[in-house]
């Protein structure tokens, strides 16, 4: 149980690699809240609590987003964490991130403090703190690209600590990966056809790698017509039903660019599959994310006026 601490008892320690993934999340999403797990080690004596960030679980394939609010796919992060932990068996939760620097709010919500602090008073909550890390803007001029706050939250204690700037490192230690090993061996893969494609890319190798872990069923596969790398595959939307997305890579004057679309896409889907029409994106990732955005906001509109 933790006793009135001062703020200055607290210390965070952030792998450079796990805050780099939210930023590189944040970049997806810069209309939308996002966020994910949390995860590392601590240490407690007396009223010092020292914290250690080694890893974040991005938000799942099922996650919910929109510009004033986040839901998590937390049955995919579950099965993340339990991975991680059969290689670290020390990882704990620390808490969850998400971001504001979509909407202007530059501290946790009245629904955010509501949320922590029924989470760590929650009797199978593992730790007695929550630790609460926001994006609240972008940095102009980009280093570090964001910029953020770090809040805990105490088990039976209504006052929520802000860690000051000063009190939290970011260091260069290695990153406990989210990734399951069914991704390891679709990057494996993936890495395998680019190199077939006679034209490696690291731009390739990350868009695997997140898609691999967040949408499993898009296969990476190789047009020998276009001598091309393309990912195919069914993407769960908002109502439950499939969409049949084709992600293709396309080099033109030496620019990499990425095309997406439907197959045999449903009557409803025209009015957005239209914008999508000679729409190139910097990454197969981006554009996967962008169009499931799209066309849940598009489910989600014909729900509301049904």
């Given at each position: ?73 937390g049955e995919h992060q579950e099965r993340i964490f339990r991975q991680i932990e059969e290689d670290h068996p020390e990882v704990e939760h620390l808490g969850n991130w998400h971001t504001h620097h979509c909407n202007g709010l530059a501290t946790l919500s009245t629904g955010d ?170 990454s197969a990732r981006q554009a996967v994310m962008q169009l499931r955005d799209n066309l849940n906001h598009l489910l989600y509109q014909h729900r509301g006026s049904e």
């Amino acid at each position: 149980m933790f006793r009135e601490t001062r703020q200055t008892s607290i210390t965070v320690t952030i792998a450079r690699g796990a805050l780099e993934a939210i930023f590189d999340e944040c970049d997806q999403y810069d209309s939308h809240e996002t966020g994910g797990r949390l995860i590392g080690t601590y240490s407690k004596e007396r009223d010092r609590l020292e914290v250690k960030l080694l890893g974040v679980i991005g938000p799942g394939p099922e996650a919910r987003r929109s510009a004033t609010s986040f839901f998590q796919d937390g049955e995919h992060q579950e099965r993340i964490f339990r991975q991680i932990e059969e290689d670290h068996p020390e990882v704990e939760h620390l808490g969850n991130w998400h971001t504001h620097h979509c909407n202007g709010l530059a501290t946790l919500s009245t629904g955010d403090h509501d949320t922590y602090h029924r989470i760590v008073n929650h009797k199978k909550h593992n730790t007695d703190f929550f630790y609460a890390l926001l994006v609240v803007r972008k940095n102009p001029r980009g280093n570090p690209r964001y910029q953020t706050k770090h809040y805990f939250f105490h088990r039976n204690r209504e006052r929520v600590d802000e860690v000051h700037t000063n009190q939290v490192r970011i260091v260069d230690i290695p990153l406990w990966s989210s990734g399951s090993a069914r991704s390891a061996v679709a990057t494996h893969k993936a890495n395998n056809l680019v190199e077939a494609a006679h034209s490696p890319h690291a731009q390739r190798a990350k868009d695997q790698e997140f898609l691999s872990e967040f949408f499993p069923h898009l296969s990476a596969l190789v047009s020998k017509r276009l001598g091309a790398l393309y990912w195919k595959g069914p993407v769960v939307l908002i109502d439950g039903s499939r969409a049949e997305m084709l992600i293709l890579e396309n080099q033109a004057d030496g620019d990499q660019g990425y095309s997406i679309t439907i197959s045999n896409p449903e009557p409803r889907f025209s009015e957005v599959l239209e914008l999508y029409s000679g729409r190139t994106f910097q990454s197969a990732r981006q554009a996967v994310m962008q169009l499931r955005d799209n066309l849940n906001h598009l489910l989600y509109q014909h729900r509301g006026s049904e």
